[in-house]
């Protein structure tokens, strides 16, 4: 639970944190018109931070949340519309990467820029594990097709629909389509039991990949490894995820070797309007 303290003398009680509070437990005090918690408000706080993020005059300060890595929103540092556009239809999923290992900091920078990404409750219940270098990264593919293996022999639905006998006869020619020969294979992660952690770990995983296009890098989701990760218990150890642990998003990572110089079409958005 977060410390909510109000500098008074720069409060102007226009009540805005009051209304943004998304579990609305925040009151304008009758006396000096400055914000309070209504009573056990305290207790069911999320610790979002929206009061104080949205206090104009930084009149709010939330001990216990963090607060040295609260940073100030430039305007002048958000990209323009045509920017954000560029940029959300200009990344690819990158299969084909530099022979260049990603350094442990630039992973913590990116993963840094991924957790800011939204969670159900603000609860923020994604986990993260890495495998990095060329032997792991070799030794996770092997264990993938492994696992696909035993699923063509007992005639999985999931191997035909896959097609996995494919992926996994180019794996013996020596072509990695499990990994892409990816420097570097981040999972997010989160406890199985809780219902918010699937949606919570695609959305820090799409965050990662675009940090990772917006800083130079290139992504590409791994959907074999992880399923691979939820199903075989040989590749969940070797990632060294729990059985607790659920993956719902695996993303391949490293330097891409070409730039895209145009964006693909896509099928137009298929809407319902009520
Ligand atoms: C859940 C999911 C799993 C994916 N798994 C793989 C994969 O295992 N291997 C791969 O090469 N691409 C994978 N992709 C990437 C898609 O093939 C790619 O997003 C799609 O072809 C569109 O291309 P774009 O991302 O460049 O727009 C996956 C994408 C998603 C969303």
Redo the contacts with the bound molecule.
């Keep these: 639970m977060a410390e909510f303290k109000i500098d008074k003398k720069l409060c102007k009680g226009d009540g805005r944190c009051v209304e943004v509070c998304p579990m609305q437990i925040l009151k304008l005090n009758e006396k000096d018109k400055t914000p309070e918690f209504i009573l056990g408000g305290a207790e069911i706080c999320i610790n979002c931070g929206h009061c104080f993020a949205s206090c104009p005059f930084n009149a709010i300060k939330l001990a216990g949340l963090n607060s040295d890595s609260t940073v100030k929103l430039d305007p002048a540092n958000l990209p323009n519309p045509k920017q954000v556009e560029m940029f959300l239809k200009g ?5 084909l990467y530099q022979d260049k290992p990603v350094s442990k900091d630039s992973i913590e920078k990116l993963l840094d820029i991924a957790r800011y990404a939204p969670s159900g409750i603000n609860r923020q219940p994604v986990n993260w594990a890495v495998v990095m270098g060329k032997e792991n990264i070799y030794q996770l593919g092997s264990l993938v097709v492994k696992w696909m293996e035993n699923l063509i022999a007992e005639k999985s639905p999931m191997a035909e629909a896959l097609r996995f006998e494919r992926l996994v006869l180019s794996w013996k020619k020596g072509e990695d ?2 990994c ?1 020969n990816a420097p570097c294979v981040v999972i997010a992660y989160g406890i199985k039991d809780d219902p918010m952690v699937p949606q919570a770990c ?1 959305i820090s995983a799409t965050y990662l ?1 675009l940090a990772a296009f917006g800083l130079g890098f290139g992504a ?7 399923i691979a990760i939820n199903t075989s218990l040989e590749v969940r150890k070797f990632v060294g995820l729990s059985s607790r642990a659920y993956a719902g ?2 993303m ?1 990572l490293g330097y891409p070797k070409y730039e ?1 110089s145009s964006i ?1 079409a ?1 099928n137009p958005a298929k809407i319902i309007w009520k």
């Design positions: 990344r690819r999923s990158i299969r389509l499990i892409r695609t990949e590409c989701w791994a959907g074999y490894v992880n998003g695996t391949m895209y693909p896509r």
